[in-house]
């Protein structure tokens, strides 16, 4: 088995949450039994075994506060539509002992927009094709749609008391840009409302851990930047807390006391831990190696748990104070891969645009995959990811460019795409080509364009406005007809579709066919790869079918792979088989020539 084969199939392990008031109960999501499902870990027995079972896969769940439920979201397609599950914390899928019950009766399936879970509370967010939902359910009672809108909205979290419930909300208009409602769980009635104005958003993070404390955690970006800010609900009054660092700070948590906060410092695509003291506003960068973090928190001892990888490191769920794993799945580890190099160019506009590349171990120029990241509203950081590790053991350069759009370099560059998406995205990969090819890293002549998702659109925009540029093709899951892809998306998809790109496709049916790729499906010359899932929701099959058919009737060259599930495969052998797919193409495609 070649090492890229390996590193998709060693288990992989997710970071873990802990039950509120009995904390050595802990639900963690892993792929070592094939595909990504939720198991029950007991840290006083050690005991951990499965609890969902789904065959599409699930990647999480939580826990009831009391540790004796077990929580994740069931769709039986992969389509993202369904109704939250609970099973008992002892419940064994592998023995056939799970017995999942829907969590809340009388709450219609749908999309979910958030859950928050209190022991005699929960409240959660469902969409479904006509608007958004709150249901509030209390202990022994039927659960209560307590507010329906046709603007978006996100639920969570939930005070200590469990008096409080928040929840983002878009009915000035803008998913983009969110404002935060708190409302009482007992009677519906609006508490408290926060909002910055148009073009600044708002997230609510979390209640402070202590009984009668009414202070929640908001994510503001006043400074242009993302910052903590500090509400106290009951007064309304509001602090922002200053932290004197470059990059966007977000909040993992709190610290038990509610004395302090843990901090998520991301600057050019590396995170660092730090503890912000709320009395004095000192501030603690914490020891840890470099990389990206994917989950931490601060458990009842006061020790910080996080998860971090780097593109070299597979990643590792671990102790702040011991330095040890906390968690580790069970099976062979993956190889280690080649580093990361942080990477800085300018694009046509005169900004400068920052990524990484990860080169083989010999010399260049090399054939090349730009990889370009989904979202738009993410970013390709110093992670572990296996599929650039697969190209480099192939012999290919990989570049990795974050974007105009991209997150973790402000607000300003985050919202460029405004009113402007697909063609600024194209322009930045195009010239970090170029830079890569003045550095001699890359081969032009052999230059693949690659993404998932979002990057997956960028990819097969890319190939239709650049056709000189791309040897080959690569895209995932792709939005490829954006008008049809609009009709047949989910609703938050929708919504935040409408902010993209400022109004829907009859409000701008000029823009959104400016903006698609299939628009240019007659300029492609490049060979092409696609794989899509028959259930997405978020870029549905339909109107990928539309790209595809319309390439063939020009007698381009173009692969489908088709796989029974949705956005993405939780299944291991999907995976690798979707890996061994773009590989095999590539090999294929750079042997025949242009």
């Avoid at 709150?134 to 469990?162: C, N, Q, T």
């Avoid at 010399?363 to 990889?371: A, D, E, N, R």
């Amino acid at each position: 088995m070649e090492d890229w084969e390996r590193r998709f199939r060693a288990p992989q392990i997710g970071f873990p949450s802990w039950a509120r008031d009995a904390p050595d109960r802990l639900a963690v999501a892993t792929d070592e039994g094939g595909s990504w499902q939720v198991h029950a870990w007991d840290r006083a027995s050690g005991h951990r075994g499965a609890v969902s079972d789904e065959p599409i896969g699930v990647m999480g769940g939580d826990l009831t506060p009391d540790g004796e439920g077990v929580v994740w979201f069931h769709d039986v397609t992969g389509d993202e539509r369904g109704h939250w599950l609970v099973a008992p914390f002892d419940a064994d899928a592998d023995a056939g002992t799970a017995t999942p019950g829907k969590l809340l009766d009388g709450v219609p399936d749908g999309w979910s927009e958030g859950l928050a879970l209190g022991r005699d509370v929960v409240a959660l967010g469902v969409a479904d094709g006509e608007g958004f939902d709150v249901w509030i359910a209390r202990r022994a009672a039927a659960p209560i749609r307590v507010h329906r809108h046709v603007e978006y909205l996100h639920v969570g979290p939930l005070s200590r008391d469990e008096t409080l419930v928040a929840y983002g909300h878009a009915e000035h208009g803008d998913v983009v840009h969110l404002a935060v409602r708190v409302i009482d769980s007992r009677t519906a009635e609006t508490v408290g409302e926060q909002w910055d104005g148009r073009g600044l958003g708002l997230t609510p993070v979390a209640f402070s851990p202590v009984t009668g404390d009414p202070r929640l955690v908001l994510q503001h970006e006043r400074s242009g930047l993302e910052r903590p800010a500090m509400w106290n609900v009951a007064t309304n009054e509001r602090v922002d807390l200053e932290v004197g660092l470059p990059g966007d700070v977000t909040v993992a948590g709190w610290y038990p006391d509610a004395g302090a906060l843990l901090l998520v410092h991301g600057y050019e695509g590396r995170d660092q831990l730090h503890r912000l003291d709320l009395a004095d506003g000192a501030l603690v960068a914490l020891t840890h190696p470099p990389g990206t973090l994917a989950g931490a928190g601060v458990r009842p001892d006061g020790d910080v748990w996080y998860r971090l990888s780097s593109g070299a490191v597979p990643p590792a769920v671990r102790s702040l104070a011991t330095g040890a794993d906390v968690v580790a799945p069970v099976g062979q580890p993956a190889p280690g891969g080649r580093p990361y190099e942080s990477w800085w160019f300018t694009n046509p506009n005169g900004d400068r645009v920052h990524g990484f590349f990860v080169e083989p171990d010999r010399p260049g120029p090399h054939p090349v995959v730009m990889l370009v990241h989904g979202g738009p509203t993410w970013a390709y950081t110093d992670m572990f990811q296996p599929d650039v590790q697969a190209f480099v053991d192939r012999g290919f350069a990989v570049g990795v460019v974050n974007y105009r759009g991209s997150t973790g370099y402000g607000v300003r560059w985050r919202d460029s795409l405004l009113g402007n998406p697909g063609f600024p995205e194209c322009e930045d990969v195009a010239a970090g080509l170029d830079d890569l090819v003045a550095r001699r890293v890359a081969d032009p002549a052999r230059a693949v364009l690659a993404g998932r998702s979002w990057g997956g659109y960028v990819t097969l925009l890319g190939l239709g406005l650049q056709p000189d540029r791309w040897a080959l093709g690569l895209a995932g899951v792709p939005v490829a007809d954006y008008p049809a892809a609009y009709e047949d998306e989910a609703p938050g998809l929708q919504a935040y579709d409408r902010s993209l790109f400022g109004g829907s496709p009859e409000e701008l049916p000029d823009l959104y066919r400016e903006r698609s790729p299939l628009t240019y499906v007659d300029r492609v010359r490049a060979p092409v790869f696609i794989w899509a899932g028959d259930n997405d929701s978020r870029c549905p099959i339909r109107q990928i079918l539309n790209y595809v058919d319309a390439l063939r009737e020009r007698g381009r060259d173009v692969e489908l792979y088709r796989y029974d599930a949705g956005h993405g495969a939780m299944v291991v052998e999907e995976k690798v088989a979707q890996m061994r797919r773009q590989l095999d193409f590539l090999d294929r495609g750079l042997q025949q020539g242009r």
